[in-house]
């Protein structure tokens, strides 16, 4: 069996980046409402989720099944070229950090090659993992809408603060990707 090319790594990747967003973006939007809720300063008062399963419940009895996918469209753009380039940049990686002649890489080998490839995706990831969750935690029907998309909000993020704005947390995100 041959290896892959940078091109077949770059598809594949790509496939299986729109797969993990539709996949697990309703668990992201439970997570980060559940992340994000208002803890209650009343004593007796009930937090909005008591867990999981009833942020799930209440989140498709208030919003429908469409409120588990709100700010899907940012990842789902984001993360097919982040898998692409970041399965693409391992090719890359194995062949720059690897052996010659196809012998085993070491394990030190895969990991250089793995972490060669994390670099470039932060410049596309960091954009889209703000935009995600700026646009999750507008929730519920009575919620104040501050951004109306993912467009809207680039616009207004980028309005308050130029690129910085748009990139803000990006440090941690190329850390959470080394780490």
């Known amino acids: 069996m041959s290896e892959m090319g940078p091109g077949e790594y770059f598809i594949c990747g790509g496939f299986g980046g729109i797969c993990t967003v539709l996949v697990g973006h309703p668990l992201d939007t439970v997570k980060v409402r559940l992340q994000t809720m208002a803890i209650p300063k009343v004593a007796g008062e009930s937090p909005l989720y008591r867990g999981t399963l009833d942020c799930f419940q209440k989140t498709i009895r208030n919003e429908g099944i469409k409120g588990l996918y709100k700010g899907m469209g940012a990842p789902l753009v984001g993360v ?44 596309i990831m960091a954009p889209g993992e703000r935009i995600k969750c700026l646009l999750q935690i507008q929730q519920g029907p009575n919620a104040t809408k501050v951004y109306d998309g993912p467009l809207d909000c680039v616009k207004k993020l980028y309005k308050q603060g130029g690129l910085a704005s748009i990139y803000r947390g990006a440090g941690a995100t190329l850390l959470r990707g080394k780490l």
């Open 80 to 123: 097919a070229p982040i898998f692409a380039i970041s399965f693409m940049g391992y090719g890359v990686g194995k062949q720059i950090f690897g052996p010659s002649g196809g012998k085993q890489l070491s394990y030190l080998e895969y990991f250089t090659a793995g972490a060669f490839s994390g670099i470039f995706t932060t410049i």
